[in-house]
């Protein structure tokens, strides 16, 4: 098993540039999450899913869209980059729901010139 | 808005010495779960804390988890330099809201 896997691992963008990070488990997994590291903030939820075709935002969505078409993948959006979304983004899977484990990508290191 | 708040942001140690963080919520957690990340790696689960005043353990490490499951902590006994790392609690409100971390450097 790969567990959770993320694609690219490095970009730069110009701002107003678009992207799409992506994101896949092979655990079988109903919830997905999408999370942004800044120093000294810790990690902050973007969007998560609870199930395959259902999104919801989470503590910091403003800037960014995702979508669960297929249950082992969850697409992170930015439409229109800013230096603000310079960040490492995190994807994450749980069994259910926030009673159990999460388990993480490797991420992806963002930067927005 | 409910946050998690956790102390101290950084710890330095000398190899051998004890270390504890900490971490508070000014609302009830339904759990608590802690988290370690690797310089440079992906946060990984250490453990997840549901009962009120629940202590558990793992070889040196202790978590415990307050009476008013409002607050927890982390405890490493005689730290090893393969405890680097920055740890995380994530409390649960429905959703986890991590902490900022706690960043352990440990010189041997």
């Known amino acids: 098993n790969a567990g959770v896997t993320q694609t690219p691992k490095f970009r730069v963008l110009k701002t107003g540039q678009s992207m799409t990070l992506l994101c896949a488990q092979d655990?079988?997994?109903?919830?997905m999450y999408w999370y942004r590291q800044d120093p000294g903030m810790g990690l902050r939820l973007i969007h998560y899913?609870?199930?395959?075709?259902?999104?919801a935002k989470g503590e910091v969505p403003d800037g960014y869209n995702v979508s669960r078409l297929k249950k082992q993948n969850f697409l992170l959006g930015l439409e229109s980059a800013a230096p603000s979304q310079t960040s490492v983004y995190f994807c994450?899977?749980?069994?259910?729901?926030?009673?159990?484990?999460?388990?993480f990508g490797p991420g992806t290191r963002l930067t927005v010139t | 808005g409910q946050q998690v708040m956790q102390i101290p942001q950084y710890q330095h140690v000398q190899e051998g010495e004890d270390f504890t963080t900490y971490c508070n919520s000014s609302t009830t957690l339904s759990n608590i779960q802690w988290y370690k990340q690797r310089p440079g790696g992906h946060p990984v689960f250490l453990i997840q804390?549901?009962?009120?005043?629940e202590v558990k353990k793992q070889k040196r490490l202790t978590f415990q988890f307050g009476e008013a499951k409002k607050n927890s902590s982390l405890h490493i006994t005689a730290t090893q330099t393969t405890d680097v790392g920055t740890y995380f609690c994530a409390g649960n409100f429905n959703k986890f809201y991590f902490g900022s971390g706690t960043k352990l450097n440990v010189k041997p």
């Open positions: 899913s609870v199930g395959e075709g259902t999104t």
């Open positions: 804390l549901v009962k009120s005043g």
């Open positions: 655990m079988n997994h109903e919830y």
């Open positions: 994450a899977s749980s069994t259910w729901g926030s009673s159990y484990e999460q388990y």
